[in-house]
């Protein structure tokens, strides 16, 4: 059991050492991309209350675009049905925020950041983009994306208030270990067969 845990707590520092340089916090310092690949996450958390990864990550990615610092956004995320849609779900939260329509893209096979990473390149045809998300989930994808061909850098959207989803967290650390696992043993072919989705 402590081998197990020493395992996974250096898959993390790995992850979060080797991608640090890359992730923004200054949108001064940040880069411009013409694409920004916007990670998704439920709009509503338990019993219908608003879910602050969803709303931060929505204004930064909102931000960015008016700013000038990307041109284009890939709304990456999972459809399990009509009635959860997450790419969906952010481009309506965009369009109030003011967001183009033409500007956006929908990619409903972004099932986990690792789909959302490859098809970014295999299906959309990026080799440079802006990842945006919060900082811990940056990291993850940043290491994806250096190990996939991808040439991105991240923008950290705003971060919740301590202790607001440490069940979010502990996913999060657990995932990195899987995430070099995806890399190195298992490369899962990411859904790139299921096409791009229109604008809509």
């Known amino acids: ?5 020493v395992l996974i707590l250096l898959c993390n520092w790995i992850v979060v050492d080797t991608t640090r340089s890359k992730v923004f916090f200054d949108i001064n310092t940040l880069p411009s991309n013409d694409v920004g690949l916007v990670l998704g996450t ?5 019993r219908g209350k608003e879910n602050l990864f969803f709303r931060y990550r929505m204004e930064a990615s909102a931000r960015l675009f008016k700013e000038g610092k990307v041109k284009y956004l890939i709304l990456s995320g999972n459809k399990e049905a009509e009635t959860y849609d997450e790419p969906k779900a952010m481009k309506q939260a965009l369009t109030k925020l003011g967001v183009p329509e033409d500007a956006m893209l929908l990619d409903t096979a972004g099932y986990r ?4 990473v ?6 959309y045809g990026q080799e440079r ?4 998300s919060q900082n811990f989930h940056n990291a993850r994808a ?3 994306a250096d190990h996939e061909g991808l040439n991105a850098v991240g923008f950290a959207a705003q971060d919740v208030p301590n202790g607001y989803s440490i069940k979010t967290l502990i996913r999060e650390y657990l995932a990195r270990p899987k995430a070099m696992l995806d890399v190195y043993i298992l490369k899962p072919e990411a859904g790139v067969r299921e096409g791009a989705s229109q604008k809509e």
């Open 142 to 144: 940043l290491y994806l």
């Open 1 to 5: 059991m402590f081998s197990v845990v």
């Open 129 to 132: 983009v802006t990842v945006i």
């Open 113 to 116: 950041t690792y789909d959302s």
């Open 42 to 46: 439920s709009k509503y958390v338990a």
């Open 118 to 123: 490859i098809r970014c390149r295999e299906v």
